[in-house]
C-alpha cells in the first residue's frame, strides 16, 4: 500500500493562471480513486487538471511544481511541449 510515513487520504491540486493569480481549476482525490495509494494521488490530480485543460482548449505553457518523480516523469513522456520551460520550486 503506501510507503512508510504516507498515510493522506485526499490530495488536492490548484491549477494557477501567474499573471491573474486566478484559480482555474481545482481537483481533489480520494485515495480510493487511485488503487487506495496515496502515493499517486498526484500524479493522478495532475492529469486530471491537464485533461481539463485540453477539453476546454486552453494552452499551457508553463508548469511551476514541487520536484515530485511521477510529475516529472509525466512531463518529460507526455507533456514535452512543457519542457523548455517548467520549472521546479524547491
Same mark, same amino acid.
Not at 22 to 35: A, E, G, P, Q, Y
Given at each position: 500500500?503506501? &510507503?512508510?510515513?504516507?498515510?493522506?487520504?485526499?490530495? &488536492?491540486?490548484?491549477?494557477?493562471?501567474?499573471?491573474?493569480?486566478?484559480?482555474?481549476?481545482?481537483?481533489?482525490?480520494?485515495? $480510493?480513486?487511485?488503487? $487506495?495509494? &496515496?502515493?499517486?494521488?498526484?500524479?493522478?490530480?495532475?492529469?486530471?487538471?491537464?485533461?481539463?485543460? $485540453?477539453?476546454?482548449?486552453? $494552452?499551457?505553457?508553463?508548469?511551476?511544481?514541487?520536484?515530485?518523480?511521477?510529475?516529472?516523469?509525466?512531463? &518529460?513522456?507526455?507533456?514535452?511541449?512543457?519542457?523548455?520551460?517548467?520549472?521546479?520550486?524547491?
Amino acid at each position: 500500500m503506501d &510507503s512508510p510515513g504516507h498515510s493522506a487520504q485526499y490530495c &488536492s491540486y490548484t491549477f494557477m493562471e501567474y499573471h491573474s493569480k486566478k484559480i482555474l481549476f481545482i481537483v481533489t482525490l480520494d485515495k $480510493r480513486n487511485t488503487d $487506495r495509494k &496515496s502515493t499517486n494521488m498526484e500524479k493522478a490530480c495532475f492529469q486530471k487538471g491537464m485533461q481539463f485543460f $485540453r477539453e476546454k482548449h486552453l $494552452r499551457v505553457v508553463e508548469v511551476v511544481t514541487d520536484a515530485h518523480n511521477q510529475i516529472a516523469a509525466l512531463m &518529460s513522456k507526455i507533456y514535452l511541449f512543457l519542457l523548455p520551460s517548467n520549472l521546479f520550486d524547491n
